[in-house]
């Protein structure tokens, strides 16, 4: 199966989906009941729809994976503990108890990222946007429903993420600074294609209970898409003021 599928686009900004599908190939068995797919833990519910959305907004290009999580996890370093997990928010998926490691980053993990870095020199982007999305709550979480409606997160590299966030609390949205998940633990692929090739980024989370319909795709699209225009262009006004 084809692990990466790109939308064409003229713009200088390139979007990125890591968690966009449930698939699983058919000669690959997880062990696990079929509803489990239809859970966070084996897509980011609405992040596919939404990037396409962003893509048509923005008139940019973007990279959408096409397997699930619980195949690869392609938002983790190849030799990331939960690369392919076998528990998930408290599921376990004993079809990946032995699997071979080396086979699936040849088949799915290094074509994905090979795609990007492939999209990156064809493109020369200015800015990167990653989708994701979160859940209210995990299933093995018994705090408090988690209050952001969306989290920028970053590494090292806050060009993008400071404008990012300062834009969306002033439009009135519960904005996580780094929430719900730190971009300084979790950051792979924008740690790869950001901030080694000194791209600035925009890593974005929204809540995936605001985007599991089509209003609500279209809804934040437009948020997400005003917000990116307002970042990149501040950006490309701080460079030309450097120059």
């Excluded at 009941?33 to 833990?41: C, G, T, V």
Aim: charged share 25%; with cysteine.
């Amino acid at each position: 199966m084809t692990v990466a599928r790109r939308i064409d686009g003229p713009g200088d900004l390139l979007i990125l989906c890591d968690h966009a599908s449930s698939a699983v190939p058919d000669d690959i068995d997880l062990g696990i009941a079929p509803d489990l797919l239809d859970k966070h833990i084996a897509v980011d519910i609405g992040a596919q729809p939404l990037s396409e959305a962003l893509a048509e907004r923005l008139s940019a290009p973007a990279i959408l994976a096409t397997v699930s999580r619980l195949v690869i996890d392609l938002h983790r370093e190849p030799d990331h503990i939960g690369l392919i997990p076998t528990v998930s928010d408290g599921h376990a998926i004993p079809g990946n108890e032995g699997a071979d490691r080396g086979d699936r980053i040849a088949r799915f993990h290094g074509p994905y990222h090979a795609a990007i870095a492939a999209a990156i020199r064809a493109s020369r982007p200015r800015l990167l946007l990653s989708i994701h999305s979160f859940t209210l709550r995990l299933e093995t979480d018994r705090g408090p429903d988690r209050p952001w409606q969306v989290g920028i997160l970053y590494n090292r590299d806050t060009r993008a993420a400071r404008l990012a966030i300062d834009a969306l609390r002033a439009a009135g949205i519960e904005t996580g600074d780094n929430e719900p998940y730190s971009g300084r633990l979790l950051n792979a692929t924008l740690n790869r294609h950001g901030e080694a090739n000194g791209i600035p980024y925009l890593a974005v989370e929204v809540r995936n209970d605001l985007i599991n319909n089509d209003a609500g795709v279209t809804h934040w699209a437009k948020i997400i898409a005003d917000m990116v225009t307002d970042v990149r262009d501040r950006l490309a006004k701080g460079r030309a003021a450097a120059s």
